[in-house]
């Protein structure tokens, strides 16, 4: 089977804000070749991630860190690949057929060839929308008996290992926060882009565990998301605080036990002068730091030491071992309605370059998706 697929892919090197114009919109034909055991997957919705931004940088640290951070060179077709959910169209695996409904690792465009080694899981999405499993259920998309079937497979860990790093955002908040920040009742929690697709699902986490929560946003419409629909404890507007410091004092009177940080910068040296001793900060995203090389945190490093603050940097990739237990209390809070799954759709592939530059404008609220195709038709 051929077909003519759309793509979208950068032009040149992103060093800063992103632009719509950094992107074009391409075609090519695709088919899978001839006896192979590639299938052909028509894209439904995709996952839009503000980390491909250092992907497309000319350098970055993290593009020899880890393999879901690799560069991504200009103009390459079909390169730019996104977590999503899918139809089958064309397989030659025995285990899928035309039809199926698949998520994993696919692309910027509207079918993806998906290669041998490429984990997909089919999705029976009875009773929960399909976008769920581009969402928060993403992490869905890999059992552990796959993984161990081809842990001795090099390349196959290597796809299994991209496929999970760069999944969305249910397991990292899970992890998280469970894990990296060993929550207990009582305890202060803040939350940096609190409505964001990580953030407003651990300030649910946190909210189900007994502890006071308060986010920031970047506008009075998400403050209000997050403590009325959300139920946050509080939450307030970053861009009318002259002083975060003095701000988040006036919030947490008490202090701070747990930061999840996904900003990094200038909220991170915030959060860190007001943490109680002992205090944990899972440090998961620097979406300030990505567009301004200069925006760099300097957290006090005698706080540190003296109050015995715990820092750490962490991925989903290292817990897979917590997918089951993830897996089945989240869907159960969302099947109960304990937990909300933010979505905030665009719709056709010709809007993903403004979907994208639209993270960094703060745009989004909740998990931003591209829905490139309908599954009927």
Known sequence: MEVVNKYVSHKHHVDGYPSESDFELA??????????????VKN???????????RMKRYSSSHTAITAASKIEPGQARRID???????VASGRAELEEGDVVAGLL??????????GTVLMKVDAKDLPISYYANVLGEYSLHLHQIKEHKKDAQIDAMIF?????????????AGFYDVCKPKKGEKVFISAASGSVGSLVGQYAKLSG??????????????????????????????????????????????????????????EAAVANMNPFGRVAVCGAISEYTNAGERAAPDLIDIIYKRITLRGFLSVDYLHLHEQFSAATSDHLRRGRM??????????????????????????????????????
């Open 162 to 174: 991209l496929t999970t790093a760069t999944g969305p955002s249910g397991l990292t908040a899970f």
């Open 82 to 88: 996104a977590y999503g959910v899918g139809k089958v």
């Open 107 to 116: 692309g910027w465009e509207q079918y993806t060839v998906v290669r041998p």
């Open 211 to 268: 502890c006071y929560v308060v986010g920031c946003a970047g506008s009075k419409q998400k403050v209000d998301l997050l403590k009325g629909k959300l139920g946050f404890d509080d939450a307030f507007n970053y861009k009318e605080e002259a002083d975060l410091k003095s701000a988040l004092r006036r919030y947490f009177p008490e202090g701070i036990d747990i930061y999840f940080d996904n900003v990094g910068a200038a909220m991170l």
């Open 44 to 54: 439904l919705f995709l996952s839009i991630d503000p980390y491909q931004l250092n």
């Open 27 to 40: 075609t090519t034909p695709l088919q899978p070749a001839p006896g192979s055991d590639e299938v052909i």
């Open 340 to 377: 909300i799954a933010l979505e905030d759709v665009s719709v056709g592939i010709e809007s993903v370059p403004t979907a994208f530059v639209g993270l960094f404008r703060g745009d989004n609220v909740g998990k931003k998706l591209v829905r490139v195709g309908e599954l009927e038709g």
